[in-house]
């Protein structure tokens, strides 16, 4: 039997409740507890607003839009959480000439909470990567790359918690296959280990051990691909018990809402993927009710 | 009176918040889910702003003179089997690379073939500076010389030939039939000779990545020419005046 069911409103539709059940709902928001996470994928070194002549992207992105916005939606709910689903590095000058010396000191100062690392973060190599890491205020995060063997030894964690306003939130971080995407001489001794196992070790260890309240996924697997031998989130979403976000990168997926997936327990997953180059920002709010009843109405998602 | 109303909301209030909404965490009830664009309705936070202006003074110092023209824009997309951006790279490659080749082994170069994922922009039309360079260049791969047997090189063109991408190629004409078949190969315009040996340009990305990458699965050497791609390019942007480059028939297949 499904413990918790899940019904997807259309964002219309979750308006008409929202008035019928105006009184009711009010109060029992006072109660709740609001989580905010704020994500990013695939910025590649994306720091000024795309020019007004640009082809796709006219005066769109830039990190120090980005900042006014994470810091409008911080002043609105404190308990906000940022994070990046790796690709960071390479795409402008400002890498080539800084080696992502800016980025790094750009996302510290943004206040990021966390990044997943994506196979352009090695374009400088594993010492190029390391040479950076004193700019970097918030953590590096990969259950699946082996590092022990690397300089990187020590400085990427697989998961971390989070406890804000009491709602203990883990997160943990998944990368893609390096080799054939990335020389060897770049990533040296990193072992890939298969992401959907390690996964499930992860959510597993986040739920039951640390008792988290919420589990999400900070994943550079690519969100879906033609080739079901190459392990993607939708896939990793239907394969996992406690997930209950995969923020995706990879694939500069523009979805045009958060894709719900099932997953094995029978409950929602959200997987998201915001494109790239910062033009956009992901954000997904969850609210946790006090009253167990509650439950019984399943969650609903409004996407 | 009044006074009592108020005594009453302030205990509702208090009610309310005392039973209605308990210190626990509770059951996760409901996920929104959106995505906020960046765009220009958003003021620049300026501290962020200030922070980043010298890193752009210097960039911009570097990259932004005049190097070359474009009198059209070079495209990833406008032909079937080549593009004009993919033959503008390759095509480059093939100039900058082979006196140097030449000048270390005193070998000609035969052609080039480079990865259509590693061309990351097109060249809009109008002046084209040193920034052009790094925004279709972006990495920092080198320029390699890789020495193929005939069967090698079959085995690269009949990659190629089964290629959904377009992967740019210089030097080489390569036709096939309308079930993409192959038709013929001609190399320096001399049909390929399976018993000779090739001398071909192409990334040191396609090389190091080994058999997994796809391109070169053999190779009897690898000669190193020290000269990073975006360097070729822009070392070509300042010799020629106006970029030429078009879709041509290096590339085709036939119809009938």
Redesign the interface.
Known sequence: MKRRDFLTNTAAASTLIGLGGLGMNSCSRLGQKHITILHTNDVHSHIDPFPASHSEFANLGGIAKRATLVEQIRNENPNTLLFDAGDIFQGTPYFNFYGGELEFKLMSKLKYDASAIGNHDFDNGIDGLLAQMPHASFELLCANYDFTNTVMNGYVKPYKTYLVDGVKIGVYGLGIELDGLVTKKLYKETVYLNPYEIALDMERKLKEEENCDLVICLSHLGYDYDNPERPMDTQLAQRTHYTDLIIGGHTHTFLEKPDVRTNRKGNAVLVNQVGCYGINLGRIDFYFDPDKNASAEGVSIVV | MIDLKFKQIVAIVTF??LF?????????????????????S????????E??AP??N??DE??DSTLAFAPEPFLLDDGKRNTSMGNLMADIVFKETAPIFKGRTGKELDFVVLNYGGV?SII?AGNVSA?NA?EVM???NYIVVVELDGSAVRKLIDFLTKATRRHPISGIQIVVDKNGGLESVDIHGEPFDESRIYYVATS??LV???P??GFFDEMISVSDTDYLLRNAIIDHFRKVDTLKAVVDDRFIQLEN
Do not use: H
């Open positions: 309310c918040f209605s909404c308990k210190n626990t965490t509770g059951e996760l009830v409901e996920i929104q889910g959106k995505q906020v664009p960046i765009d220009a958003i003021k620049p936070t300026e501290s962020i702003s922070f980043v890193y752009r210097r960039i570097v990259l990351r809009s920034r790094y972006p990495f920092e040191d990305y190091q990545g080994g997994s990458v």
